[in-house]
Structure formats: structure tokens, C-alpha cells
């Protein structure tokens, strides 16, 4: 029988290069949103840094190791990215597959934030928005999530059905700030 | 006329443009009003009402004459000011109001029946009969009044909306903002300053006065360029704050392109900034007001400050031969200016008795101007000075009647200026908007000393509120005169003297204002249109509200001025709306399948934000209607394919998912056992139908509920508000997968024989009956199917992760096209579901409770939910409530309309005879006529009667007879079997 052929959400429609900034779609990554049940944090926070080597982070917060990151993704819910979730951690939370939700784009390059003004409301300069800071927010008319991975890395996330308008919307404002030189 | 020397423009940079078809050149540092001036154009528009003559007024944002169009075609842009509009090459601008031409108006015809068109005219005499008003009156106005017109084409130029942060926002950069901005800088504070012009420094600019002995404009532009090189501060030229909103966030324009010779490919014209700072200094300076006389509006009569603008920043003598007039000392150091340029100055007069001048040109304390003479340009002006009238040559007056500060901002969040006596202004009321410091001559402080000093002030007292300690910058010496003001507003007379130069209003319309009882400040501005024209009046405005005080006998702080409100000055719709043109205006959803579909040639329709395929066509069918029937065909007959992933899936897990299920459905779910799928009802709080949908039971604890494609995001914030609010105590965890997985309905006859092709383990016999459902391994993909049908036949629902989806839709299409079906749109999708009878939005439109859908039986009776105390309300079970039936055509002429409303037969189709509606309607290929369901008073025990069915709408009427709610294979044989 014939194979299932993966597509990525952004397609063909990246990575592009335009002035300063670079938009790439991140890799496929598995992806899990994990919800403690009730009381339970601790314990999948022990879980989870028994099996990845990671603890919860905070709310406005992720943290990152070999190969993974685990972002606050929203009142008790964090999503875990890189690897399948490790033992012990469905006996404390709901565990939901994301892996296929999301849309990525990296964006880098240090004119990343002025192209982000355009499109989000909050402050996302490095003063503001450190590195390992994550936001639940929206980007022009989308629900966005955003976190800083590097100095000069944001990671914008989308609804995968709107990863068309996504890329729209980047390319539109990079241009914008390309065009002031 | 040009000067020989002198200003800030690059005498080296030529730039050629176009003004009302004549070429003319300038250089680069000139604004289209300079550049007019220094070719000796008098002339640049004509007025609203009167189809006067005017020239250019001011040299700033207040400029309420000389405005006009840029370029042409779709790009073109009106009601440009003048003074604004930076030169730039092979720039093109138009008069506007005006026909044949600016120099001979035939409209001017209103000029000379302005003594019976005045202001309430229209009020007065457009009023019989009735309906001319709107049909002819008004639209006969609407041209013959007006400034400059949009083109009606689509706007191709591009625009921009941008956030901003800081800690301090600056509002202007003459010397009290660049001091403040220079303070809090230097104290390591996130800072933006924003101004308006192109240039920053404000009055440095414009005057003669120096700072610690050099040219104020060379210290404006050390400290603008130390500014810039500071990594904490952003310089914002060319950027006019429009607005105060809640909460530190402030309104700005960026004029981004307007300037450039060549726009470079993606660079906004505009950028619409959105600022939210800690704090801010409002440093906006202040506005120069005239003196209203008779024929004040004269080509060549301008405000003062605007003259020695041009004289000192643009190099440019506005006239050969200039009169001054005022009652400040601005006129002397207008005069000042004028002579040190070589202008030759024909009279300086000087409305306060007393005062002194050591100026060598002819002086006339205590006098005031009565008159202004000229046709297409200021001749002569006429005075009155030691109780004797005479006449003096002049091409230009220099007019000033002191200076407004600029407290419309610190008005924006409903405050009120409060009036001092002192400078005969009002001044920004303390703490009008809170964290806003306005100082210098926004705040009624007009020496260049005093707003140094001020801007300093203001922002170690913003400083202190940010936590940081503002340094001890050293003061650059400056002049510090003090401001001597005698308050003259209108110069008394017979003839017409201008208020509101825009809107074409004079004294003798603010007095009939106040003789008509208009005499709140409110009424007068609305009677009299004063400060409506797009300049917001701001060169009027005090004046008229002066002269309404006198003639209503009040004081002027007792008059109070109108509401100020944002935005400060005009803001182009594509600027605000940036990005939101066309498809920009909502995001698009794509399904998995939308490329494949495309291909197909299948036509999209929006579903909520989402794109579905309506019909997938074939070749030789000439209608929608053949290609649905044929779709229809392949599921009632073999095996049709669609994406359902639009629905909202949501995953509900924990130890208390089932006892939250029973709370918010009718129906019981904490009995569904793993494996199976229920069919459920949620009530909003009111006991109306929300929202309905299958939920699946995958294991112990964990649920997926389904929503429809509509109601997904508030079915979702409906849960999270029971899971927080309602029931905190359960412990309930839930996430959307819509986006996880990509959904397929495969239905027909064939869909048994059809998916055991695709799955890797095909079902055995037995597996899987109805409402059943489990995981799958679908072409080495690990899914999901439900048996599940929203069609009436055999059908299942099968999911993959989304990244499969593309690959799964095609091959399922490949598949089914080889078992005589294929894929099939929305209309076919709707017509399976209207012969069945089964249910979307629009019967659930909000309105309706399950007894009106027939569906009491899904309400337990043995368990609290949402919605069921307000659901057993008398009126909502009253049996003659309108209530869902199916209908069938019965007579010659076969139509079923949704919309169309429902009457007895022998009722006439009148509102109050009405029994009901017909919510969706269709052809069903199946039973070869079309059905349609709709609510109607007592319909389940009408059933056999005929109705009316009028819709009055598209002027239809037809015969129609009462059906059960099924009209296809009713016991469900195929569904199950």
C-alpha cells in the first residue's frame, strides 16, 4: 500500500530571506500539551524532569535542553517539544498529542521585533522579553503564541489552518521594514 | 518671493513641481507651501462655502487654506496640506474647489449671495417639501460645497500599523521637548520622542533667537543627533501623536513615504503607530491665533510666526511689501525679522496702546486693522490708530493674536483646559490625563528659557514616577521675555471677518448663532459648522468661542470650549484600517484538503473563517445544482468522500470528565463506555439550544467532543468558563485538537468495503457498529474512525494527524472515484442532512430549545445541567410555540424558500397571521422535489395540513404541506444497518 506523504504546514512558502530577518518553519517536532490534573504540578513537574530533565517553567516562561523545550502555554497547561512524553507523566496529567496543531516560524535576525510590532501588541525587545520568555497573544487578527529562544530567535506559533495568512502577514511587515533600510 | 540667503533648505538640491498644471521648482527642505510662497503663488484654493480665494495661512499642521491633492489616478490623495507636504521631485498637486479654474471660480457665485446663505441657511430653507431634502437638496449641497475628493478607486498604496513601548513618550521636539527628552535619556529611561515635522526643534526652527549665542536650529540639531546616537532613545521625526487612549497608549501618525523621490517597493505611505508608554511629556507647543477683521481671509494675510518661518527656515519673503499687525510682541519681532531679511515694512500696528518700539519702520501703538483689499491677493490693508482711518500698501499682513497652547491631548480622556487670564489662553488642567506632564508653551510657558527650564522640569517628574533620577543637564542660555498680551479677537465692523477660515465661518455667524439661542459653545459649533471642517479649528476656535461669549454676554472661562477629541489631525482610514483591506481583513483557515480540492476546480465557501468546498465539478455539467445531485447520488448510492476537520474537536481528559459532560449536556455521558459515541444537546444558561455534536469516549476518563465549524471557539470558552467558574471543584482538563487531526466523513453503501482498503487491519464483521469508535492504523498512520453519519447512510468518520491529511483526502478521493462515488462539497453535505432531517445553525439559531427541535427526549430527567431549570419554563414548552416540521411543495409550482414565512391557507400573508418560517431548503434529488425544514406554532400535530409559504422578500408564494422531520429512510435502516 501506498505511503502517507507528511506536509508541513508552511510548505513551500518558506524560508524566505527579506532584508534583515530570516522566516523558517521549524522542523517537525513531536509535541505534547500536558495538563496536570488537579493538585498535581509537583508531581509532573518531578516526572518530568525525571524523564526529560526539565521541570515546569513558570508562567511566561520556558526552558530548554538537548533537543527539547518546555513552554508555559496558558493556565495550567505547558506544551512539551522534541520528544514524546516519558513515563509517569500520564499518571499525573492529561496528555494531548499537539505534534500536527501548530504552525512554527522561526524568526530571526535582529530587526525580528521591529517586524513583530507591526503584528503584536506586546513588548517583544530583549529588555522586555528576555530570552526564555513565552506569551500567549495574537498576531494581527490570529491567536499567536511567542516565545524568545535566542538573543535573536522568536518562535511564533499559529493555528496550522492559518499558516497561509501567517507567512502573509510575516512577509508583509518584513517587507515594510526592509523597505525603511 | 526667495531670499538670496538664509534658511535651513539645501539651496544645492532643485527639486522641479507641478502646481495647477504650471511647473515651478523649489529645493529639498521646502514644504509645498514654501515652495509656493517662493514662486510667488498667492492663490492656492478656494474656500468651502464661498468659493473665496485663499492662500497659505500658517506653516504648520493648523493650515486651514491651503490645502490640496497630490498625484493622480487611484493613488491620488485630497485635502493634503500644504504646509505639510515636504517637497520632493516631480511632485504634483491640485487646487481643489474650484471650476473652470482656481483663478475664476464660477462657484463664486456663493461669495456674492453670502448675505443670504449664512450660517442656519440650509436649516432654514431646504426644509419643503420633505423628501427633497435627501434626493435633491442635500446631494446639490454635497457638490457644491466640499475641499478635495477621493478618486473611488481602490487605494493602491500601501499603508502600516505598528506597536510601540517605552517609558517616556515625548510629544514634540521644539526646545521644551528636546530638553525633556535629552533629561530622561541621559537618565538611562526607554524613550521615544515624536514629532511632527520633518525637522525637528519646533520654533528653533522658525526664529531668529539663539541658544548660548548660536542658532537655536544648530543646538535643536546637536541635541536632536545626540539623541539618535543614544541606544535608549528612539527620534520619531515626521510622527504626529493624534490621540490619548486609557492607560498610557497613545495614537500616532507616521508620514513615511510622502517625502521620498522614489518609494522604495513595500514602504508604507503612513504607519499608524500604537504607543503605550509609562509615562509621557506632552511638549506640543502652541498654536499662533489670528485676529478676526473684515476681509481677513485674503490671499497673503497669515498668521505671524508662519512668516518668520519663512523668512528664517525657508528662506522665502511671503510678500515685497508686508504690514505686521498684532498685540504681543511677536508682531515687533515679526517686523524685527522682516527687516533684518530686507522686506520692506509698510506698517506695524500694534493693538496695546502703550507699547514701545525702537524699530525704524512706521509704528502705530493702539492701532487695529479694519479692512483687507484685494481680489486674488492682499493689496492694501486699512487701520484705525489714533481714532483715525487710513490705508497702507502691503502684499502680506503678519497678523498675530497670541498663542493657544496645545492642550487638546491632555483633553482626549474627557478633561477641560482650564482658562488664565495672564496669557488670555486656556492651559491643560493639572492631571487631566494621568501620567501625562505637559510643559513649555503646551503648557502656557512661552519664553525659550521658560520651556527649557519647563522641559527639564516635566521630566524629572516623570522620572520620579519611573523609579530613575533625572541629571543635572546644563541650561544653554536663551531668551527669556516676558509675554505681554492685550486679548483682541474680532476688530468691529460691518463687513464679513473670517473665524473659521475652513469651514467659511465669520463673526456675524457666531452672533446669529447666539441670537438664535444657540448659545451653548456646543450648539453654537454645530449651528455654525465652526471647527468641523477637517482642521478641527484649530485656528478658530478660541476666537469664535470668544465672540460667543461676548455676544451671549458670558466670560470665556465661563463659555468653555467644545469636546477636543482624537484625532489631532486628520488620520486616512488606510492608515487605521492598514492591512485589513480585502482578504486582510480576517485570517484564512485552510483545511488539509483545500489544495487538492482547488484543484478540483471546487468553488469555496466561507464557513465561519474557514474555506470549504461547496461542489466539486465535472465536465458537462452546466450548474451547481447537476454537480450536487450527482454527489448526493454517490453517497446515496456508493461512497462519497468530505472534510469535516472544520468542526472544533475538543479533548476532555480527567478524573471528573464524565460528571462534567453530565453538566454541561442534557443528555448522560459519565455512562458512555470507551469505544462508543453519543449524540448530545448543551443549553446556554437561558435553556436554549447552544451548540450540538457527538462525543466519543476514547478511554477510561478521556472524552473528544465534537462542536459544529461555527460554534467551535464558543463552545470552547463555554467550557473553560463552566471549568473555572460554574464547577471549580471537578478536575477536568481540556485542549482543542481541532488543528491535531485531519477529518473525513466517508459515507455510502460502499464505505464499509471501501475503508477496509485503506485500513491496515480491515474491520471485521461486527466491528465497529453504530456510535461505535477506536483507533486505527490507516496506510501505516496511526487514526482515529468513528462510525458516526450526518447523512443517513453507512458512514464513518476517519482522522489522521493534520500533516497526513493532504496525502489521506487524495487517496481517498482516488479510491472512491474507482467505487463509482468521489468527493462531495457542502451543498451535497446539506441536502443528505435536510432529507434526513438532522440539524446545523440554522435551525440552532439561538432561539430555539430542544422542545421546538423535537428533541425533549435528549433532556434527563436525573441530573442537574446547564440550562435545564430556565429550559422548563412554561413559555418554553408551551406546545404552540413554533416548533420544527419538515415541508414538502404540494401544487403546480415546486418552490421551498428559506426565509420565506409560513401562513394558514386561507390566512392572509400579513405579520400578524405569520405561523412560522422556513429556515433551510433544498432540492433532494432523492425523492425528486424539494424539502425544506422549518419551525412552525404546534407543527408535529399539524402534520398532512397545507400551508401558505409567502416570502415576501424575493415575491414568491407557494403551496407547501406539513411532513415528519425525516423524509428519508426514517426508521434508520441504513444508518445502522
Known amino acids: ?181 | 518671493m526667495r531670499l538670496k540667503t538664509g534658511g535651513l533648505i539645501d539651496r544645492g538640491t532643485a527639486l522641479r513641481f507641478r502646481f495647477d498644471g504650471h511647473d515651478y521648482t523649489g529645493f529639498r527642505g521646502d514644504t509645498l507651501a514654501s515652495a509656493l510662497l517662493a514662486n510667488d503663488i498667492r492663490v492656492v484654493g478656494r474656500s468651502f462655502k464661498y468659493h473665496r480665494p485663499r492662500g497659505v495661512f500658517s506653516a504648520g499642521s493648523e493650515e486651514p487654506n491651503a490645502l490640496v491633492t497630490i498625484g493622480r489616478g487611484a493613488g491620488a490623495e485630497p485635502n493634503v496640506r500644504a504646509t505639510m507636504q515636504e517637497l520632493r521631485a516631480d511632485l504634483e498637486a491640485r487646487p481643489q474647489n474650484c471650476w473652470p479654474s482656481l483663478h475664476w471660480d464660477l462657484l463664486e457665485v456663493n461669495d456674492w449671495a453670502s448675505r443670504f446663505i449664512g450660517a442656519g441657511f440650509y436649516y432654514k430653507t431646504f426644509m419643503w417639501p420633505r423628501k427633497f431634502w435627501e434626493w435633491v437638496y442635500e446631494p446639490a449641497i454635497r457638490r457644491a460645497a466640499g475641499l478635495g475628493a477621493l478618486s473611488g478607486a481602490h487605494n493602491p498604496d500601501r499603508y502600516e500599523k505598528a506597536y510601540a513601548h517605552c517609558d517616556l513618550l515625548v510629544i514634540g521636539a521644539g526646545p521644551a521637548g528636546l530638553m525633556a527628552a535629552l533629561t530622561a535619556a541621559e537618565a538611562g529611561a526607554d524613550v521615544i520622542l515624536a514629532d511632527e515635522d520633518a525637522l525637528p526643534g519646533g520654533r528653533l526652527n522658525g526664529e531668529r533667537a539663539t541658544l548660548d549665542g548660536g542658532a537655536g536650529s544648530d543646538w535643536a540639531a546637536a541635541a536632536v543627533a545626540r539623541l539618535r546616537a543614544m541606544p535608549n532613545v528612539r527620534v520619531m521625526a515626521r510622527t504626529t501623536v493624534t490621540g490619548v487612549y486609557d492607560q498610557g497608549t497613545f495614537g500616532a501618525l507616521e508620514r513615511v513615504g510622502h517625502h521620498l523621490d522614489d518609494r522604495p517597493r513595500g514602504l508604507p505611505l503612513e504607519c499608524f503607530w500604537r504607543i503605550a508608554a509609562k509615562r509621557a511629556v506632552l511638549a506640543a507647543g502652541a498654536i499662533e491665533r489670528p485676529v478676526a477683521f473684515a476681509g481677513n481671509d485674503r490671499p497673503g494675510v497669515m498668521l505671524a510666526g508662519a512668516v518668520r518661518t519663512y523668512l528664517n527656515r525657508y528662506g522665502v519673503a511671503p510678500g515685497r511689501r508686508v504690514a505686521v499687525f498684532g498685540n504681543t510682541d511677536e508682531a515687533h519681532r515679526t517686523a524685527a525679522d522682516l527687516v533684518a531679511a530686507g522686506v520692506h515694512v509698510t506698517a506695524l500696528i500694534d493693538a496695546r496702546p502703550d507699547a514701545r518700539s525702537t524699530l525704524s519702520v512706521p509704528f502705530y501703538p493702539g492701532g487695529v486693522v479694519t479692512g483687507a483689499e484685494g481680489r486674488l491677493g492682499l493689496e492694501s490693508v486699512r487701520f484705525e490708530a489714533g481714532g483715525r482711518s487710513q490705508g497702507v500698501m502691503a502684499d502680506c499682513l503678519a497678523v498675530s493674536g497670541g498663542w493657544n497652547p496645545n492642550v487638546h491631548l491632555t483633553c482626549h480622556l474627557n478633561g477641560r483646559p482650564v482658562w488664565d487670564d495672564g496669557i488670555a489662553a486656556f492651559v491643560p488642567a493639572p492631571g487631566a490625563v494621568p501620567g501625562l506632564i505637559p510643559c513649555g508653551a503646551a503648557a502656557g510657558v512661552f519664553s525659550t528659557a521658560g520651556c527649557l527650564a519647563d522641559g527639564a522640569r516635566a521630566a524629572a517628574e516623570a522620572l520620579g514616577g519611573l523609579g530613575l533620577t533625572a541629571p543635572d543637564l546644563p541650561q544653554p542660555e536663551a531668551e527669556d521675555a516676558p509675554y505681554r498680551i492685550r486679548a483682541l479677537w474680532a476688530v468691529p465692523g460691518k463687513r464679513r471677518a473670517w473665524l473659521d477660515l475652513q469651514n467659511d465661518v465669520t463673526v456675524k455667524d457666531v452672533r446669529g448663532a447666539a441670537q438664535e439661542n444657540f448659545r451653548s459653545v456646543e450648539h453654537m459649533k454645530r449651528y455654525t459648522t465652526q471647527g468641523m471642517a477637517p482642521d478641527q479649528g484649530k485656528t478658530s476656535n478660541l476666537a469664535a468661542l470668544a465672540v460667543l461669549a461676548d455676544a451671549t454676554g458670558r466670560g470665556i472661562a465661563q463659555t468653555g470650549t467644545t469636546t477636543y477629541r482624537p484625532p489631532y489631525t486628520p488620520v486616512a482610514i488606510a492608515a487605521m484600517g492598514a492591512g485589513a483591506q480585502g482578504k486582510g481583513f480576517a485570517p484564512e483557515r485552510r483545511t488539509t484538503s483545500d489544495q487538492a480540492s482547488r484543484k478540483r476546480g471546487a468553488p469555496m465557501i466561507e464557513a465561519g473563517l474557514w474555506y470549504r468546498p461547496s461542489y466539486f465539478p465535472k465536465g458537462g455539467e452546466r450548474t451547481w445544482r447537476e454537480s450536487c445531485d450527482r454527489e448526493v447520488g454517490w453517497v446515496r448510492n456508493a461512497v462519497g468522500v468530505t472534510d469535516v476537520s472544520t468542526l472544533g474537536k475538543i479533548d476532555i481528559q480527567g478524573p471528573d470528565a464524565g460528571a462534567f459532560l453530565d453538566f454541561v449536556y442534557t443528555g448522560t455521558f459519565s455512562t458512555l463506555k470507551p469505544g462508543r459515541v453519543r449524540y448530545g444537546i448543551m443549553l446556554r444558561e437561558d435553556g436554549h439550544v447552544m451548540d450540538d455534536g457527538t462525543t466519543a469516549c476514547l478511554g477510561e476518563g478521556h472524552y473528544l467532543m465534537t462542536t459544529t465549524t461555527a460554534a467551535a471557539g464558543p463552545v470552547m470558552r463555554h467550557l473553560e468558563f463552566v471549568a473555572q467558574v460554574l464547577r471549580p471543584e471537578l478536575d477536568v482538563q481540556m485542549v482543542s485538537v481541532t488543528e491535531q487531526w485531519a477529518q473525513f466523513a466517508v459515507a455510502g453503501p460502499g464505505s464499509r468495503d471501501f475503508l477496509n482498503g485503506v485500513l491496515d487491519a480491515p474491520m471485521a464483521e461486527g466491528d465497529f457498529p453504530f456510535m461505535a469508535c477506536g483507533e486505527v492504523s490507516v496506510m501505516g498512520v496511526q487514526g482515529r474512525l468513528f462510525r458516526i453519519s450526518f447523512s443517513g447512510e453507512h458512514a464513518y468518520e476517519i482522522a489522521v494527524p493534520a500533516r497526513y491529511g493532504d496525502a489521506l483526502f487524495r487517496a481517498l478521493v482516488t479510491r472512491a472515484e474507482g467505487m463509482g462515488g468521489g468527493a462531495y462539497g457542502m451543498e451535497a453535505l446539506n441536502v443528505l442532512r435536510l432529507e434526513k432531517g438532522l440539524l446545523t445553525h440554522a435551525e440552532m439559531h439561538g432561539r430555539v430549545t430542544c422542545h421546538d427541535l423535537g428533541l425533549s427526549g435528549l433532556m434527563s430527567s436525573r441530573k442537574d445541567y446547564i440550562g435545564r431549570a430556565a429550559a422548563a419554563r412554561p413559555g418554553l414548552v408551551d406546545p404552540e410555540r413554533e416548533r420544527l416540521v419538515a415541508l414538502h411543495p404540494v401544487g403546480i409550482e415546486k418552490r421551498l424558500l428559506p426565509g420565506a414565512h409560513l401562513f394558514a391557507h386561507d390566512a392572509p400573508a400579513v405579520r400578524e397571521a405569520a405561523e412560522g418560517y422556513v429556515t433551510s431548503a433544498c432540492h433532494s434529488p432523492t425523492l425528486g422535489h424539494p424539502i425544506a425544514l422549518g419551525f412552525l406554532k404546534s407543527g408535529p400535530e399539524r402534520l398532512g395540513e397545507t400551508l401558505r409559504m409567502v416570502d415576501h422578500l424575493r415575491g414568491v408564494e407557494t403551496w407547501c404541506v406539513v411532513r415528519p422531520l425525516c423524509s428519508y429512510d426514517p426508521k434508520g435502516e441504513r444508518t445502522r444497518g
Open chain 1, 1 to 181: 500500500m501506498a505511503e502517507l506523504i507528511a506536509l508541513s504546514p508552511a510548505g513551500a512558502a518558506l524560508p524566505k530571506r527579506i532584508g534583515a530577518v530570516t522566516l523558517t518553519e521549524a522542523p517537525f517536532a513531536p509535541m505534547t500539551g500536558i495538563s496536570p490534573h488537579a493538585g498535581e504540578v509537583a508531581q509532573v513537574s518531578a516526572a518530568l524532569e525525571a524523564a526529560h530533565g526539565l521541570a515546569l517553567p513558570g508562567p511566561g516562561r520556558m526552558l530548554s535542553g538537548a533537543g527539547i523545550e518546555v513552554l508555559w502555554f496558558g493556565r495550567n497547561r505547558w506544551l512539551l517539544i522534541g520528544a514524546a512524553p516519558g513515563d509517569g507523566l500520564a499518571a499525573h496529567a492529561a496528555l494531548t498529542d499537539q505534534s500536527d496543531a501548530w504552525v512554527s516560524v522561526i524568526v530571526q535576525g535582529a530587526a525580528g521585533v521591529d517586524v513583530l510590532a507591526r503584528l503584536v501588541p506586546v513588548d517583544l525587545r530583549p529588555r522586555a522579553f528576555a530570552e526564555g520568555s513565552v506569551i500567549r497573544t495574537e498576531l494581527f487578527h490570529m491567536p499567536a503564541a511567542i516565545a524568545r529562544t535566542g538573543a535573536e530567535d522568536l518562535r511564533v506559533m499559529c493555528f496550522r489552518s492559518m499558516a497561509g495568512t501567517l507567512v502573509h502577514d510575516l512577509v508583509t511587515a518584513a517587507e515594510a521594514v526592509a523597505a525603511r533600510g
